[in-house]
């Protein structure tokens, strides 16, 4: 359970990062989103770190000016997922959105900044599920470099979030943002390719084909200034719901059971059939091996059930199945499940 619960937090983490929060221990306790910098030039002209320190530098913007009186954390030990491993040292901008931390020991630390009197923090981005790093060597100022940030106020209107929407299609709206000079949207359903991924408007509305099964579905929305700099997004994925319809992008698996027990050989794996699915595509691992050694590489098949030609060794077994139309674009699949093979 613990591993499907990693897998799918992963899935979704990639799809969307998540925002979170500093404990009061000091630690970042959630996972937390990134942003960029940029290669604007920035020079440090106050005062040398003492003997055997070092300081860090560095501007944060929002819309092209100095974002003021934000606070700016740094730690050494910081994963993703975990957030902050050890103490955070806290500083704030100032008016021109310059913050400073001033005799620190040297090493590498990351770099996050909470927006504007809210929970969220940001993380200094240094690549996909990766913070920057930053290395502070004794006796020098490292200068850490301008980075944009973006607020978490745009407003989406329709669909409200947890709706149910008839079948079809879809308007998606939201609240026009003040410095504004286009959108990207962003709609994915619950099992399935994305039906839009940052598509890029003018307008405040746009209008979408959605699968004819019932599904569950995801949309977000970014605004970006004239300079193409991200400035606002929707505050969390606002979700709803077509239920309505004959099938489902979610399909169910029918056996082994979630959990179950079985003998290692004639096994049968069976799932929901896609009314949608010209071909299904299944993935299983021993998950008792450190490699993770696939016993089905994606292994492709026309029907809704496939058996294993050989018997399978006493382990336990994770396993998936996905779905695709006649155009090779996904359309459905199931949740991770697992069984184990007993001696």
């Known amino acids: 359970m613990q591993q499907k619960k990693y897998l799918l937090g992963l899935l979704t983490l990639l799809l969307l990062i998540s925002c979170g929060a500093l404990g009061e221990d000091g630690r970042f306790t959630t996972d937390t989103a990134e942003t960029g910098s940029t290669n604007t030039t920035l020079r440090y002209t106050g005062d040398k770190p003492a003997e055997g320190k070092g300081n860090l530098f560095g501007e944060i913007r929002w819309n092209g000016s100095g974002a003021a009186d934000l606070e700016v954390a740094i730690c050494t030990n910081h994963s993703f997922f975990g957030g902050c491993g050890d103490t955070s040292f806290l500083a704030k901008t100032d008016e021109n959105g310059r913050f400073l931390f001033k005799n620190i020991n040297p090493g590498v630390y990351a770099l996050s900044v909470r927006l504007f009197n809210s929970d969220d923090w940001l993380y200094i981005s240094g690549g996909i599920l990766r913070a920057a790093e930053f290395k502070v060597e004794a006796g020098k100022t490292l200068v850490a470099g301008v980075h944009p940030i973006y607020k978490r106020d745009l ?41 839009v991924y940052e598509k890029q408007v003018n307008e405040t509305s746009m209008r979408l084909d959605l699968l004819p099964v019932n599904c569950g579905y995801r949309w977000r929305v970014e605004a970006f200034n004239s300079d193409r700099i991200k400035i606002a997004e929707t505050a969390k994925p606002f979700d709803f719901v077509v239920d309505s319809l004959n099938g489902s992008c979610l399909l169910a698996i029918q056996e082994p059971a979630d959990g179950a027990e079985i003998r290692g050989d004639n096994i049968i794996l069976d799932w929901d059939d896609s009314p949608l699915a010209t071909t299904y595509k299944i993935l299983m691992w021993n998950d008792d091996d450190p490699n993770r050694t696939h016993v089905l590489s994606f292994k492709e098949v026309n029907e809704s059930s496939y058996r294993l030609t050989e018997a399978l060794s006493p382990a336990r077994y994770v396993w998936s199945v996905t779905a695709y139309n006649a155009s090779g674009s996904k359309i459905g699949g199931t949740e991770i499940y697992d069984f184990t093979v007993r001696p």
């Open 155 to 195: 407003k989406p209107r329709t669909p409200t979030n947890g709706s149910k929407m008839p079948a079809g299609e879809v308007q998606l709206t939201w609240a026009s943002y003040p410095d504004a000079d286009y959108y990207k949207i962003t709609l994915y359903p619950d099992q399935g390719d994305a039906i």
